[in-house]
């Protein structure tokens, strides 16, 4: 047996030391014979590559009725922040546009809008209550504008703002269109959202948009900003049931006229 010189154990004797202090200290580097893996206890989906986890997440996205989305979009030149719950049938939620908020409902085919009195009072067209005209462009005066006012109108389907907002509602329509990456697919590291452990996926390094996806349970999308810079939306409440139907007849007015443009 090789006696052991004394220079050769202070040496082991201080790297020892070095490395409890660093253990009891701050972070351990280089004492460990390995990292620790990051999909430890996970889902597994971080070990996929992009387009697999891209597919997945769609794939998740789908197997659920429900979800909350909320955030803003850029759409042809406008932002509109969302704040919408939705599922197969329809979603409610609100809308803002500018100075302009408004609450949007769809039940089925059928698309509602309610909002006060001074979004009402920048129609363009006919009042609808009794057809009162204000002085411009034929927009509703005050008090045609506070009948609408806090009350559920009926879009028409073949008014403009139907086509424009319908798609702000729409669960399959909304998703398929968002969750859509452009360019070539990588992964970007691990990631945190709300305090639930991501893996995120880019699009040309970015600037075909970025999405975060859930590590844990299902790989459902936590946060997408788009490419372009068209928007930055969060998900959540993923599964999680709210009651959707159609306003009462009371609380229900149609308008006859255009709605407004936002």
């Not at 969750?179 to 070539?184: K, S």
Request: charged share 25%; net charge negative.
């Amino acid at each position: 047996m090789t006696p052991i010189s004394p220079g050769r154990s202070r040496t082991a004797t201080l790297a020892s030391a070095v490395c409890v202090l660093l253990v009891t200290g701050t972070a351990l580097t280089g004492c460990s014979s390995e990292e620790e893996d990051p999909n430890k206890g996970t889902n597994g989906v971080g070990k996929l590559s992009a387009a697999e986890i891209q597919n997945r997440t769609r794939t998740a996205a789908k197997s659920v009725d429900t979800v909350r989305l909320h955030g803003n979009v850029v759409t042809s030149g406008r932002t509109y922040t969302l704040d919408m719950r939705l599922k197969p049938e329809g979603g409610i939620g609100s809308v803002t546009a500018g100075e302009q908020t408004f609450r949007l409902l769809k039940v089925d085919d059928e698309l509602f809008l309610k909002a006060d009195a001074k979004f009402w009072g920048q129609a363009d067209g006919g009042a609808g209550e009794g057809d009162a005209k204000g002085e411009g462009e034929g927009a509703p005066d005050a008090a045609a504008a506070g009948k609408l006012a806090e009350k559920y109108v009926k879009v028409p389907e073949g008014d403009p703002s139907y086509k424009k907002f319908i798609g702000f509602a729409d669960k399959d329509v909304l998703l398929d269109s968002l969750l859509t990456l452009h360019g070539t697919l990588a992964t970007d590291g691990h990631h945190e959202q709300d305090g639930v452990r991501s893996i995120r996926v880019t699009g040309d390094q970015g600037s075909g948009g970025t999405l975060d996806v859930s590590l844990e349970g299902k790989p459902y999308p936590l946060r997408l900003v788009r490419a372009g810079k068209a928007g930055t939306l969060t998900f959540s409440a993923w599964g999680t049931d709210f009651a959707l139907e159609k306003p009462a007849k009371d609380e229900t007015l149609d308008y006859e006229g255009q709605l407004p443009t936002s």
